[in-house]
């Protein structure tokens, strides 16, 4: 009588390969993995400073004594109890702010010059289009995996400062209406680092060389800067009041205009116009949808001209 023997279910099957991420994305992570690196290690840093300064935020609320609007002619508000404690956390918060700020200026001359100027120059976006990567596809890959962790990286830091910021005495330096702290506080940060990344991506695909797109990618990001900054408290309706309530213009507000003129009577009427603080949130809403815009409209143009030259 035989004995039928059953084979192990793994005999004679190849063995496993360990899995190994592969595909477009991953290329592009592997290819700009310094500018990654590099940008975590920012973010990580960004965060353990500001964790650190809402750490000491009572400390330095107490030693600054009763800055709200009710005291803000005390003589217990002032720099007299200020710790060096104190001094660093405001510091390190406008360092903060800046960064966040300015971020735009240095993604978008990343963009012009290493996501496409420099591979269209060196021929590799040619190469890989002759790998069945369409141009589009390209594109798209170039766009979407840098806005994922920049996008995730400002909300946090823009999160964690406006956090940190809760923590002290709630006057940033300046106002709300400076610009570093109302860029830096907001989505407009976000939306201020995806416009660089488009407009950055679109003058590399205009000019095919890294240098060049650079520099075209930084004058772009600086007047998009610039004409908003100029124009930011007429993107939403000012109050206007006349008599004493112009005098009495609320703690916190910023005065765009303010003057006399005569009244149907003779005598002289005061005026102002300004912004209140209430109206932070639609100037920041209206502020990142024009953002939003101009890096949709760059984007449109960067895939119609990609269509155009290559098909």
């Known amino acids: 009588m035989s004995t039928l023997t059953t084979p192990h279910p793994t005999s004679g099957a190849a063995p496993r390969r360990p899995y190994r991420p592969s595909g477009l994305a991953w290329s592009v992570l592997r290819l700009h993995r310094t500018a990654l690196c590099a940008w975590g290690a920012v973010v990580l840093l960004a965060a353990a400073g500001l964790i650190w300064m809402h750490a ?28 060096a404690a104190d001094r660093i956390r405001t510091y390190g918060l406008d360092l903060v702010s800046g960064c966040v700020t300015y971020l735009m200026y240095a993604v978008a001359v990343w963009a012009g010059a290493a996501l496409t100027g420099r591979e269209l120059e060196s021929g590799t976006a040619r190469l890989e289009w002759t790998q069945s990567v369409t141009p589009a596809r390209w594109l798209a890959t170039r766009l979407a995996v840098p806005a994922v962790p920049l996008a995730a990286g400002t909300a946090l830091m823009v ?6 910021r809760g923590a002290g005495n709630g006057e940033p330096a300046g ?3 400076n610009t570093n702290v109302f860029v830096s506080t907001g989505p407009a940060a976000v939306a201020y680092a995806l ?3 488009a407009l950055g991506a679109l003058a590399g695909l205009v000019l095919r060389r890294a240098l060049p797109a650079a520099a075209a990618a930084l004058a772009a990001a600086y007047v998009l800067h ?3 900054d100029a124009f930011r408290m007429n993107l939403w ?21 303010r003057g006399a003129r005569p009244s149907a009577d003779g005598r002289s009427g005061i005026w102002a116009t300004y912004q209140p603080e209430s109206h932070f949130w639609p100037l920041q809403l209206v502020e990142s949808g024009l953002l939003l815009a101009v890096a949709g409209l760059a984007t449109a143009a960067a895939f119609a001209l990609l269509r155009r030259r290559h098909g």
């Open 159 to 164: 999160l964690l400062a406006g956090w940190t």
């Open 226 to 228: 610039g004409v908003l």
């Open 175 to 177: 106002g709300w209406f």
């Open 195 to 197: 416009a660089g990344l």
């Open 237 to 257: 309706p000012a109050v206007k009041v006349t008599g004493q309530a112009a005098l009495d213009v609320p703690h916190g507000a910023l005065v765009l205009e």
């Open 56 to 83: 000491i935020g009572p400390e330095a609320r107490a030693a600054a004594g009763d800055c709200g609007p009710s005291g803000i002619l005390s003589a217990d508000c002032g720099f007299t109890k200020e710790t």
